[in-house]
């Protein structure tokens, strides 16, 4: 057996993944790749999800999820991720433009701005953000529960970006538009 981690099947994947699979597959009709690798720990893969899904009914709203995974994983060089979340941050009700803006924090929409910069800071300088960013995301409007979220949901993302990395995830999902040069 490879040590390199593969993407598996559900006739592959441990027994307590299985369950997971299929939900993944009756919701969006594939289980992606990402969580097809997870499923090599069934606790790793139902942890991830089950986190989201808690971090999805806070204050913040999926459109600014969706901005604080797509400006980490700019932030951290994941292409699978970035592609992943721009797909779902349109569902999410962001427009093409938008899911590019956030990328390099340059979105007309303040709030969203505010939360891409931060999100932006925080990876950048290891969760030492700056007081400006702090500053400007609570001037947008943002509670403390926000912040933590937004700390929360970049955790998840760099799980995420770095299980990519490590695995080099087949892109599944249609790809992101190129940043402007």
């Known amino acids: 057996m490879s040590n390199q981690l593969q993407v598996l099947t559900r006739e592959q994947a441990p027994e307590g993944a299985k ?14 790749n990402l969580y097809a690798i997870f499923a090599h720990s069934p606790a790793a893969l139902n942890g991830s999800i089950g986190f989201g899904t808690a971090l999805s009914k806070g204050e913040l709203n999926g459109r600014e999820i969706e901005t604080i995974y797509l400006a980490a994983s700019e932030a951290n060089a994941c292409d699978y991720c970035v592609a992943a979340h ?20 340059s979105s007309s929409d303040t709030r969203l701005n505010a939360v891409a910069a931060l999100t932006f800071d925080i990876v950048g300088n290891n969760g030492h953000p ?17 912040l933590v979220e937004v700390i929360g949901v970049i955790a998840l993302n760099t799980f995420n970006n770095y299980v990519q990395h490590i695995a080099q995830v087949p892109i599944d999902w249609p790809a992101a538009q190129p940043l402007p040069a």
């Open 86 to 105: 721009t797909t779902v941050g349109k569902l999410q009700g962001l427009t093409e433009e938008e899911t590019v803006a956030v990328r390099t924090a």
């Open 130 to 146: 700056s007081q400006a960013s702090l500053d400007q995301f609570f001037a947008a409007g943002y509670s403390k529960a926000a």
């Open 19 to 32: 369950a997971t699979f299929d939900g993944l597959h009756g919701k969006l009709g594939f289980v992606p």
